[in-house]
């Protein structure tokens, strides 16, 4: 699906002019939102390595042994090793912004920074503006590594993080079965959206973006092949 024109910006993200902005800034009075602390944000933000999610995803198919699609091959159960666990969460991300460049039709970058609330970066330039969203994301286990493991646990996480933030959320859901927006159950949360992210086909060749908060929608993608 592709979204509509009003829902180009998820949730309440970083954004500071580009060059061209920042000239005409003196004529438009309302050109920044941005506090100043969001702007050194920012600028610290705009200095770190921009990773194309599409172009890292098709690169996959030059690996011996593909992880996805086909995520129940032997070695993507490999990742859940402590040792590849930066491995797994960056590759989930990779996706999450490939999801968000499709869903929003935006020319997202994948930028793999963390903080305290926050697991990466996605980034995208939009007219003059340079828009930095921060994403904390969770995942719900597959059954057989956790059983009792549900939502209800990742929304109580969630729940404790400071308030307010400008953070999104993202939580891949790795469970088999029908995703179904209309039986959530959301608690009140810190965070300015909540994503869900997870595979719609047994050979993760399709893939839907659910946007919780503002404006809830679901958007579907392909995996890049």
Not at 13 to 40: F, H, P, Y
Not at 191 to 204: I, N, Q, T, V
Request: with cysteine; charged share 25%.
């Amino acid at each position: 699906m592709s979204a509509t024109s009003g829902g180009r910006h998820p949730g309440s993200c970083q954004r500071e002019l580009t060059s061209s902005g920042i000239a005409r800034r003196n004529r438009r009075l309302e050109a920044t939102e941005l506090k100043v602390n969001d702007q050194i944000h920012g600028r610290e933000w705009s200095k770190l390595p921009l990773y194309d999610p599409e172009r890292v995803l098709r690169s996959l198919k030059n690996i011996p042994v593909r992880f996805i699609p086909g995520g129940r091959h032997p070695q993507w159960a490999g990742l859940r090793t402590n040792s590849l666990k930066e491995v797994r969460q960056a590759l989930d991300a990779t996706i999450f912004t490939f999801g968000m460049s499709q869903a929003l039709g935006i020319n997202a970058r994948l930028i793999l920074h963390e903080a305290e609330d926050f697991d990466f970066l996605v980034s995208w330039v939009d007219g003059e503006w340079s828009n930095t969203c921060p994403v904390q994301l969770k995942e719900l286990v597959p059954d057989h590594l956790n059983p009792t493991a549900d939502l209800n646990q990742l929304f109580a996480e969630l729940a404790r993080y400071p308030r307010p933030t400008d953070t999104n959320a993202a939580i891949k859901l790795n469970r088999a079965g029908k995703f179904d927006p209309n039986v959530l159950q959301i608690p009140d949360l810190p965070f300015k959206e909540l994503w869900f992210l997870g595979s719609s086909s047994p050979d993760r060749t399709e893939w839907f973006l659910y946007r919780a908060l503002n404006e809830p929608r679901i958007f579907e993608f392909r995996f890049p092949t």
